[in-house]
């Protein structure tokens, strides 16, 4: 069964402030790695996916990261602003084949604050 | 807006009542999903439907009854909770092609069972 770890489970920077959130799973045979970013009281927003033939992802200040063989991602965000603030998953893709593939396993999340 | 939309957005509920939760995606996916977020715990998969046939269940006690009529609809029927099943109920959709998409999400459903 496949099992999603975040470290750490809280943090808390100055804003300004490369910061660099982990990720690891039990199991290699993920089909995609997915971070997301939940505000209080609200659904999740997709920010990254890695396919599981890619190794990397950017999007502005976010990059994520892939590396199948040591079960690990992790997620940097550089120069970070309050508006950051928020709690940050990542979820790994399983069963692969099938009809559908968004069955995600997540991770308990890790809960940011960027202060001014 | 995430075009993926969720009503009620709180619910509140005794353990005998009957209630339904309802999610619209507006993204033309073939896809749709339930998931439960308690407290203290992962997000963790309830259902999943694909091209409106359920595909996964993922051991979820049968009060919970989930109901896709077309492709833009699924509903989640309620009957006889527990406190237990107080949580936040997510829904996601995605478009599936076979190399694993990016998932959707709706604001939730926040239940409180009584």
């Known amino acids: 069964k496949q099992e999603v770890t975040q470290i750490p489970a809280a943090l808390s920077v100055p804003e300004g402030e490369n910061l660099v959130l982990n990720c690891s799973f039990t199991d290699s045979a993920i089909y995609n790695l997915q971070w997301f970013r939940q505000d209080p009281g609200k659904g999740l927003t997709s920010l990254l996916l890695?396919?599981?033939?890619?190794r990397e992802q950017t999007s502005g200040r976010l990059n994520a990261s892939l590396d199948k063989s040591s079960g690990r991602s992790t997620l940097y965000i550089a120069a970070s602003q309050p508006g950051d603030s928020a709690t940050y998953l990542c979820a790994g893709g399983i069963g692969a084949g099938g009809t559908s593939y968004g069955k995600l396993t997540f991770g308990q999340g890790t809960i940011l604050t960027v202060h001014p | 807006e995430t075009g993926v939309t969720q009503t009620p957005r709180h619910l509140v509920m005794g353990m005998t009542n009957k209630k339904s939760l309802k999610c619209e995606q507006h993204l033309g996916h073939n896809a749709m999903y339930w998931y439960k977020q308690s407290a203290k715990k992962p997000l963790e998969l309830m259902f999943v439907y694909s091209l409106e046939e359920r595909v996964e269940n993922n051991s979820v006690p049968s009060r919970f009854s989930p109901e896709c009529p077309n492709s833009s609809h699924l509903f989640l029927h309620l009957h006889t909770l527990q406190p237990e099943d107080s949580a936040l109920y997510l829904c996601?959709?995605?478009?599936?092609?076979?190399?694993?998409?990016?998932?959707?999400f709706g604001s939730g459903t926040q239940l409180s069972v009584l």
């Open positions: 996601a959709s995605s478009q599936e092609g076979g190399r694993g998409e990016k998932l959707f």
């Open positions: 890695i396919q599981s033939s890619q």
